[in-house]
């Protein structure tokens, strides 16, 4: 992956993270819009990350949205943070070696 695509998933990332947050600026209609927003992140997720990785992400954005009180965690852009800082596998093949045997 190359490195603007790469930034181009965090800005979503904090796109996404922002618009869960939308439920605490708007009282009253949190619960709805928890409804709304817990499926529809979880789909974006797996788009957004593939593999196991990705599934395991999905249920846990899921969850956390569709609970009250807990959507406060920036579950997808902790996901990319995950894959390009601290898990270099999709990341960058950029700091990768390789030996030959």
């Known amino acids: 992956m190359n490195r603007r695509n790469k930034?181009?998933?965090l800005a979503l990332?904090?796109?996404f993270d922002a618009i869960?947050?939308?439920s605490y600026i708007i009282p009253g209609i949190a619960e709805a819009i928890d409804?709304?927003?817990?499926?529809?992140?979880?789909y974006l997720m797996t788009k957004m990350y593939k593999?196991?990785?990705g599934k395991i992400?999905?249920?846990?954005?899921?969850?956390?949205?569709?609970?009250p009180w807990i959507d406060a965690v920036p579950t997808f852009t902790l996901m990319w943070f995950y894959t390009y800082?601290?898990?270099?596998?999709?990341g960058s093949n950029d700091n990768k070696?390789?030996?030959d045997v």
């Open 7 to 9: 930034y181009q998933k």
């Open 13 to 15: 990332s904090l796109l």
């Open 20 to 22: 869960g947050y939308i």
């Open 35 to 42: 409804i709304v927003w817990a499926p529809l992140s979880a």
């Open 51 to 53: 593999g196991d990785k």
């Open 57 to 67: 992400a999905a249920v846990v954005v899921f969850i956390e949205e569709a609970m």
């Open 85 to 90: 800082v601290t898990n270099k596998e999709e």
């Open 97 to 99: 070696k390789t030996i």
